[in-house]
């Protein structure tokens, strides 16, 4: 039951979240830190659903060990991903910074998101249910809709040199 009030709840915050920071990026170019509360909860509510669909068990199948290699590598590649930015408040989104083109962004334009779904997966690889599937849906969609509004942001901050970034790197891989 706590599956489908989480669940409830998801498709509550996401779209008020998205919306928020959309706004927030064209009026102040920027996150407040309402906007960036409400990403964190928009990416917080899927993972306790994960936590409630899936039985934690060491891992006993080949598939399980999978999930724990996709997982830490998940892992690795948002932490790289972060410290290729170089600034905590640009990770938190609560300031611009400058075009970052280095480390993993030289391959993916969102090697964060990759990393955090690469981890959510091999999370639910070690338990695959319906309700995996439903969950890895709904962040594969709400990443995808977030990154939409941080690229229109970020073609208005960066300009030219964001779209010529966009017509070289592929937004995911």
């Not at 170019?29 to 917080?44: E, R």
């Not at 990759?114 to 338990?127: K, P, Q, R, T, Y």
């Not at 964001?162 to 995911?172: D, M």
Request: one cysteine or more; aromatic letters at 14%.
């Amino acid at each position: 039951m706590m599956l489908i009030y989480l669940l409830a709840l998801a498709l509550v915050i996401v779209p008020v979240a998205l919306l928020f920071a959309r706004f927030e990026y064209r009026k102040r170019g920027k996150l407040s830190v309402l906007g960036l509360s409400l990403l964190i909860a928009m990416i917080f509510v899927p993972n306790l659903m994960l936590d409630y669909a899936i039985k934690y068990e060491m891992p006993s199948t080949p598939l399980d060990y999978v999930g724990i290699l996709i997982g830490a590598t998940g892992t690795v590649l948002c932490l790289v991903s972060i410290v290729a930015f170089r600034s905590p408040l640009k990770v938190l989104c609560l300031d611009v910074g400058k075009l970052v083109a280095r480390g993993p962004y030289r391959w993916s334009r969102n090697p964060q998101y990759i990393g955090f779904f690469m981890f959510l997966s091999g999370f639910a690889l070690n338990d695959w249910s319906w309700w995996c599937v439903l969950i890895l849906a709904i962040v594969a969609s709400y990443m995808h809709l977030l990154i939409l509004v941080e690229e229109e942001h970020l073609i208005r901050t960066f300009g030219e040199p964001y779209a010529e970034y966009c017509r070289t790197v592929p937004r995911y891989l």
